[in-house]
């Protein structure tokens, strides 16, 4: 994710959103019946900071989304279906989903009970599910998709809808705006998607089109496949008027850049830049992990722009090469390689950050170098210094010390380690967790195997202590 700079004002009213997640909750191991029965999973996947943010007991490898929607009355009517195996014995189990009616639960086919509190779905099949044993879910379900919000004018995420569709961007937490699922990157998983629309509106969801579009009774679907592993938040079906531009990268790279009527002449330069970008960035972070790359431009004024794999979203604005650059270095770092706790942001938005200052050094703009002195140079009381990058705070977690002071500590390691070490260490890490989880205690290690120093002090002054580095 990466603010447009006329919305950073937003930053500060995002944060509240996620700041009363998890505080206005019991906590999970004070409520019901997980103290009753352990058999029943978790209400959360184990992140302590947002302790109700996915879910525990199982893992899912797929989720097969139908989603049918109409802009003109906002209606949504989806069936979700998801393969999942139980990593304990489970007599129930909880999904992710905010607001919008269930009809229907089923597990392996046979009917299931279920019920609703906040933003948690718990299911309890008719015979409890064995460790180990694989299962299907499939909830059935309809209603008005109400995005994830702080009813100010900009803190928006989730399932947002729009005059002609709806804008979908939903880090950190926002996916169960849309479909029930265990809304934490620390479970990724395979999707299907078939998004039905109005004959004459687009649906634009992750990985390759699966099949020609079909239209009946006035009725169009556009099914979609992302056959490597995502995490919730970057699955989108973004829906509404949009002109495209489809063909490959100079490489080969399949390319679909894809732009709301109103931003028509970014179409070409958003075609063009994600293609040169993500063959430069193959260059220099190793093969591109998915099967294709572009990007979505819709008229919405998010304020921000949103890696989703393979078609990162820009919300109402014209993309420039540093936005572009931003959100496809993500596609490597934060889509192949996911934290496994929000805690280790900066593993995303560090690094793409500096890929920001690398792309500008390729173009020769700038260094990384001159960069970096420049942000060397803010006097130590600037709020950066205060915030230290590796321990991204729930309640402002999207903090710009996780950004700038992130891109920092890699220039910091790359004058410490030399070119050659640092950018084998970047090809390293990324082809060493594709499609992986990771944590900066991985990548402190392989820092150290890979350079033979002891950079502990390095990596403690620039991401753990609340003042400038020395
Ligand atoms: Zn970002």
Redesign the pocket.
Known sequence: ??FNRRGVAMLATLVSVLACSPADEPTPTAAGQSAVDRRAGAPGIGDPDFPRDGNGGYDVSHYDLAVDYTPATKRLDGVTTIRASATQELSSFNLDLTGLDVREVAVDNAPATFTRQSDELTVRPARAIADGAPFTVRVAYSGLPRPASDNANLGTYGFIPTPDGAFVASEPNGSKTWFPNNDHPADKATFDFAITVPAGVTALANGEPAGQPTTSGGRTTYRWRERHPMATYLATATVGKFDLRRGSTAAGIPNLAAADPKFKSSLDSLYTLSGQITDHWATVFGPYPFSSTGGVVDDYSAGYAL?NQTKPLYGGFQPDETIIA??LA?QWF?NSLTIRRWKDLWL??GF?TYAEWLWAEHKGRKTAEATFKELLNRPATDPMWAYPPGRAKPDDLFNQSV?TRGGMTLHALRRAVGDPTFFTLLKAWAAEHRYGHVTTEQFVALAERLSGKDLDALFDAWLHQPRKPA
């Open positions: 994710m990466r890696e931003h959100e993500h934060g995303n938005e793409a950004y």
